[in-house]
């Protein structure tokens, strides 16, 4: 146990998190979570802890909260917020019809700016702390993403988007000009702060055959950006692109061959894969952005989640606003949960809030960083409170209700069946309101003004 010296501070309340390696998650239902500089510098049970620390440490104690790491969007797009919710479309339609206008207007500068600043801010009200995001196809809607993250000193990682045709021209930028500036981006952002960039074609509809062979070239003169794009996610789609791309084998194979899929890529949706897909896919170590929201929203299909664990396949949950119906990391993982029961395929909660925080980490490649609360780590961390609805308080207190205890420990087969049980109702009937505060790099960013509800200890 190291010295701890101020200034330090403290939270006091119950604690949940993974670990790196570990199949179950931690929990302490009196813990403390020692924070200095903005990383975790120790996290254990406050009758151990407690009395190890200096008099002069700051302890705040909330007794009815639960503190859980900041949760990641695996896949997310920024320009499309003002679309959520839109109605009756499958995707290529959606996109021509709601989703190509919405990101023309971000042609205005001041417009994306305000734009990006809500959609940080909406980021972080839903407990959100790090994202992979795709801006839209003009270069100053990725420099008001990363801005208004960087404002917030945000783990985020952003692109603009790649798309040379298919698509109206207001939205088109040739191959040669988007190339250069997304160069001109990475040298800016990359690695500034706690920014990332991600090289990112839209799908391989929206770009030729030059717009994927310069992007497969510019992650090859920055290794470590990520690559972010979508991958089989609507059978038309997935047709559309065998018959733009007759001389690959398959959909993942366009990809592949321009360089872009690797340990580094993020694929999102992944539900329409071929075997081959799957094999090849694992076999280049990429992972896939799990987004069950948009792909129930947009008719998609269903993904096979238990496949890609099988395989060793990182996955991270994504919400895919504007096709995503809810940014809510709690929605995701209550979606992941529908689509499982569609397949047969019960998602265990441990499972859903893994790929919430820890599983989206790794899938964007940060998980010696964030995703969890081991010592060392960026302090990026939520409270959350299980009473934040009348209904959420009521069927929270049935978890302290021991006579359930039985059932619950062979429904979960789980060491701990209520925190399985919480977590569980947690998802099925968590928003926004539940995030009572958000902390970025130990420093609060979020505080929810709503009044609280009192339950037992969990
Ligand atoms: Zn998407």
């Not at 709690?330 to 790929?355: C, E, I, T």
Request: charge should be neutral.
């Amino acid at each position: 146990m190291p010295s701890f010296r101020p200034p330090l501070w403290a939270l006091r309340a119950a604690i949940v998190s993974f670990w790196r390696d570990e199949a179950a998650p931690r929990f302490w239902p009196d813990g403390i979570l020692l924070i200095d500089n903005g990383h975790v510098a120790a996290i254990g049970d406050h009758s151990e802890l407690a009395p190890k620390l200096p008099a002069e440490v700051r302890v705040e104690h909330f007794p009815d909260l639960l503190i859980a790491p900041g949760f990641v969007d695996a896949h997310v797009h920024f320009p499309q917020i003002d679309r959520i919710g839109a109605h009756g479309a499958q995707l290529l339609d959606w996109l021509e019809r709601y989703i190509y206008p919405a990101e023309a207007r971000l042609s205005d500068g001041d417009f994306a700016k305000d734009l990006a600043k809500f959609f940080v801010a909406e980021l972080l009200r839903h407990g959100i702390t790090t994202a992979l995001v795709f801006a839209a196809s003009q270069k100053q809607s990725a420099d008001s993403l990363f801005a208004a993250a960087r404002a917030k000193d945000m783990r985020l990682i952003g692109g603009q988007v790649l798309m040379d045709r298919g698509a109206p021209d207001e939205v088109l930028v040739p191959a040669e000009i988007a190339a250069e500036q997304s160069s001109a981006l990475i040298r800016k952002w990359h690695g500034k702060g706690r920014l990332g960039y991600a090289i990112t074609p839209r799908f391989a509809v929206t770009s030729s055959d030059r717009q994927l062979e310069l992007a497969g070239k510019l992650h090859s003169r920055f290794p470590d950006t990520l690559v972010h794009t979508h991958l089989s996610e609507n059978p038309r789609e997935v047709a559309l692109v065998r018959e733009l791309f007759p001389d690959h084998r398959d959909y993942f194979d366009v990809y592949a061959r321009h360089g872009l899929a690797g340990p580094r890529s993020v694929f999102a949706h992944c539900v329409h894969l071929s075997d081959g897909e799957w094999r090849d896919l694992a076999k280049a170590g990429s992972a896939i952005a799990f987004c069950p929201g948009s792909n129930l929203f947009l008719g998609s299909g269903l993904f096979d989640h238990s496949r890609a664990r099988r395989m060793g396949i990182r996955v991270g949950l994504g919400s895919d606003v504007g096709a995503g119906d809810s940014l809510s990391p709690f929605a995701a993982q209550k979606d992941a949960y529908r689509v499982g029961q569609m397949r047969g395929d019960n998602l265990h909660p441990f499972d859903a809030f893994r790929m919430a925080t820890l599983g989206g980490a790794e899938a964007l490649g940060l998980d010696h960083l964030i995703g969890g609360l081991e010592p060392g780590k960026e302090a990026d961390f939520v409270l959350i409170d299980r009473a934040a609805t009348p209904l959420l308080a009521r069927r929270l207190r049935s978890v302290a209700d021991k006579s359930w205890s039985a059932d619950l420990a062979d429904t979960f087969k789980s060491w701990s069946a209520d925190l399985a049980d919480t977590l569980f109702a947690l998802s099925i009937l968590g928003e926004d309101r539940m995030i009572a505060r958000t902390y970025v790099a130990g420093r609060l960013v979020h505080r929810r003004a709503s009044p609280r509800r009192r339950l037992p200890p969990l």
